[in-house]
């Protein structure tokens, strides 16, 4: 049963249809042979009482009447007064129809009667039309392998239909979206096993979408309430950074706290867009202002913030939101808070590159190993979730500096 289970569905009906055309093959076969030799005994057994019958009502008119002696027919009399020309090897015999039972005289069939003139023994030898039994057999046999090998091609072509359903079914499986939504299966396969499993598929995507309904409000819920603490440490920290009587050490402990809150922020924001699979909308984009904004709002916090300069012309086709969440993620990572230094962002066509350069420290960057790649190394953290879905593709190239590849189709001719 393990075996048959983890045969592909096709070669199953395959084996099924031969086994199925070797069974009726052999039940033919059988009914043949048992049809043929019944045949065969009735038609000897009333050949030899014809021929008993007749001799006794002849050899009653004609006692001294010769019975047969041909190649085909023998006939044997014991008269009433014990006279017997029958021979040893069937004097013994009862009443009844026999046949030879050794294989060198197979054919040889023995009629013995009991009548008014005595007893009767008439031979029939049939040994040579017992080899057209043979030729029969012989025949039967290849009518079976015959059988046997039309059914299985016959299951193989046939299967083709069978599976084709099964494989259009699995087609459409293969092509739902990762995203839950309604489907209709059931109405385009027949009601029958197959119909039973696709309308499983159909409630099970429809509980899918229920899920992830609930889902959506649960995380649109949590948004709200995690935005609302998050706000107001930020708020309380702005307040007091605005402050007069506010000491040197306590405003850099007050930047850090804003620093972080925003940086928390902006990671609820990729957590929940995520979770909730919002499709970004991209639109056009002026380069220079989307780097700006990206660097502006990730200094917001830092008094000291480096000076940046910007290489950028044209425009991007891309999602304004994660395109910014991401850009102040990655610059926070090469950005080293309270170190003086200067920050280089340059757009080569689908490149963009970015450096933090500390004084006294060479601008070019150290090519940093394979496994620093931004979509695998950091292929678990949030941003590089956010840049897998983007299309995003980044490496870092030094201690402070990346290197990203953004998709061809947000090039803007």
Known sequence: MTFAAN????????????????????????????????????????????????YSLRLVADPALPLPQTHRLSGYRRDLSGRSDIPVVYAGLSPGFHESESEDVDGIHVGVFDTDVGRLVFVMDL?????????LAWFLAGMVVFGTAL?????????????APVARLAKAVDALPTQPQPTALAESVSHDELGRLASAIDRYQARLVEADANERIFFADASHELRTPVAVVRGTAEVLLDGSQTDAGTRLRLRRLDRGMQELTDLLDVLLGLARRREPVPEVLDARELLQEAVSASAAADAQAPPVSIDAAGSLRLPRHESLLLLRGLIRRILPPEEPGRLAMRLDGAELSLAFVGEGARPAPVAAPPSQRGDRGYALTLTGRLAERLGWHWEQTGERALSIRLPQDAMVA
Do not use: K, N
Request: charge should be negative; include cysteine.
């Open 151 to 163: 059914a299985g091609w016959l299951g193989w072509v046939f299967s083709a239909g069978t599976v």
């Open 127 to 135: 040994r040579d039309i017992e080899q057209l039994e043979q030729a």
């Open 7 to 54: 045969l592909p569905l096709r070669r199953r009906v395959l084996i099924a249809c031969t086994v199925l055309g070797l069974m009726l093959s052999l039940m033919f076969a059988a009914a043949v042979v048992y049809t043929a030799d019944r045949y065969e005994a009735i038609l000897i057994e009333e050949v030899l009482r014809g021929q008993a019958e007749d």
